[in-house]
Every structure is written in structure tokens, then in C-alpha cells.
Nanobody
Framework: QVQLVESGGGLVQAGGSLRLSCAAPGFIFKINAMGWYRQAPGKQRELVASITNSGSTDYADAVKGRFTISRDNAKNTVSLQMNSLKPEDTAVYYC????????????WGQGTQVTVSS
């Protein structure tokens, strides 16, 4: 069983910042892509940002210019720095990994709540 351990999240006012982190097993982190998804009440889970093992990134249009995904290869962690937060960013955020190291299977963190008040 692959365990992804998330930290961060919480309550912040609009315009504020939060940082999420996710730790993964080393052999997975070195091979797989990592990503952050979010799911708001009544909505489908959606991709927020992803990063490959070589550092290539991709972002949802809604967060471009405000969120930054990064990886720390020494600590086997991926982080999501969220700036200029908006109430519509309120959701449960999930860390994700998929790739050869997990035989193409998606694994998810437990989820962390991000609430942005107006």
C-alpha cells in the first residue's frame, strides 16, 4: 500500500496564502509524477497542478499565476504554494501519484481541507 502523507491546509481570508505538502515513499517519488487535485462540495475532483519526476509542471487555468507546485528530491516531498487565494479555491485538496512505480495505478492522500473566507 502506497501512503501519501499530506500536511498544511486550513482557513485563510481571501487574498491570503497557504502551503500544502505531501510526502511519498522514495522509490515512487523518484519515478512517478506527483500532483494536487481538489474537490469542492457537489463538484467533481479536478486537477490543480502536476509535476513530473524531471520537474515539468502543468496547472489548471484557474490557478495559473497564483499557485506553484514544486518538489524537494532530498525530502521526497511535493508542495503546493497557494497565493492570492479566492473563495472559489475552497475545497478538499488531495495529493496524487501515478506512473510506472505504481504500475499505472493512482494513489491518493487522505485529503486536506482548504477554506477561503471572503
Amino acid at each position: 500500500q502506497v501512503q501519501l502523507v499530506e500536511s498544511g491546509g486550513g482557513l485563510v481570508q481571501a487574498g491570503g496564502s497557504l502551503r500544502l505538502s505531501c510526502a511519498a515513499p522514495g522509490f515512487i517519488f523518484k519515478i512517478n509524477a506527483m500532483g494536487w487535485y481538489r474537490q469542492a462540495p457537489g463538484k467533481q475532483r479536478e486537477l490543480v497542478a502536476s509535476i513530473t519526476n524531471s520537474g515539468s509542471t502543468d496547472y489548471a487555468d484557474a490557478v495559473k499565476g497564483r499557485f506553484t507546485i514544486s518538489r524537494d528530491n532530498a525530502k521526497n516531498t511535493v508542495s503546493l504554494q497557494m497565493n492570492s487565494l479566492k473563495p472559489e479555491d475552497t475545497a478538499v485538496y488531495y495529493c496524487n501519484t501515478r506512473g510506472i512505480a505504481t504500475l499505472g495505478i493512482d494513489y491518493w492522500g487522505q485529503g486536506t481541507q482548504v477554506t477561503v473566507s471572503s
